[in-house]
């Protein structure tokens, strides 16, 4: 029962560039999603998070984009530096309903020097 | 910056054995949860601890696993009877309370528990 689907295991993206991964999710009663960042041998680490109600939130480098209509999300990275290369996972929760965090399987990425 | 601590890193142990994995969140959280990685796999939630009691747990939760702060510092995941497929990485994170949960969502590196 994946909830939270990220397609792409890896990615592989040229330094400076733009970095965009992907994230689909099934359950309509989502209404929070964050996207953590996990390099090896550490723990998962907050990234940027987007409420329902909102279509877009910026931080930095970093861009997180929903579209509520087809159940998506996407990170973009802007533009993508070396120490961009981790794991990213995307997550959601209903947060009306219960306290946990779905994630997804995750995806590697690159960044080609 | 105040951070989740996980100890050991690294856990072997024998097929039936039981297991404890520590974890110290940061002081003044509230929320406490438990989460695992199966190699290749996604980080699943396993079970979440407000106010001394569960508040949540998933079908991964079932008999053999129990939780427990029994000192105010500390937060520990207890497993009776390790199967192999018990064999992951768990996470244990905390949370202050308060606003969106995500962004105060803390995790720890992690104990890498091997069933053998």
């Known amino acids: 029962d994946q909830q939270v689907k990220q397609n792409s295991p890896s990615l592989s993206v040229q330094e400076g560039r733009i970095s965009i991964l992907n994230c689909d999710y099934t359950?309509?009663?989502?209404?929070?999603f964050l996207w953590y960042k996990k390099y090896p041998a550490e723990g998962p680490t907050f990234l940027i998070s987007?409420?329902?109600?909102?279509d877009k939130n910026e931080d930095g480098r970093f861009t997180v984009f929903l579209n509520k209509s087809a159940k998506h999300l996407s990170l973009h990275i802007v533009p993508s530096q070396p120490g961009d290369s981790a794991v990213y996972f995307c997550a959601a929760s209903d947060r009306g309903r219960d306290d946990k965090i779905i994630f997804g399987k995750g995806t590697r990425l690159h960044i080609l020097p | 910056e105040p951070e989740v601590t996980q100890t050991p890193s690294h856990q072997v142990t024998q097929m039936g054995q039981e297991v404890i994995l520590r974890c110290v969140p940061i002081?003044?959280?509230?929320?406490f949860y438990w989460y695992r990685q199966i190699l290749g796999q996604k980080v699943e939630f396993l079970v979440s601890?407000?106010?001394?009691?569960?508040?949540?747990k998933s079908e991964i939760f079932d008999d053999q696993f129990s939780v427990e702060r029994p000192d105010g510092s500390n937060f520990t995941l207890k497993i009776r009877s390790t199967k192999l497929e018990d064999s992951a990485m768990y996470f244990c994170a905390s949370r202050l309370g308060g606003g969106s949960i995500g962004e105060k969502l803390f995790f720890g590196s992690g104990t890498q528990l091997s069933v053998l």
């Open positions: 601890f407000y106010n001394n009691e569960i508040s949540e």
């Open positions: 987007i409420s329902s109600i909102k």
């Open positions: 002081s003044n959280h509230l929320y």
């Open positions: 359950n309509s009663m989502f209404d929070y």
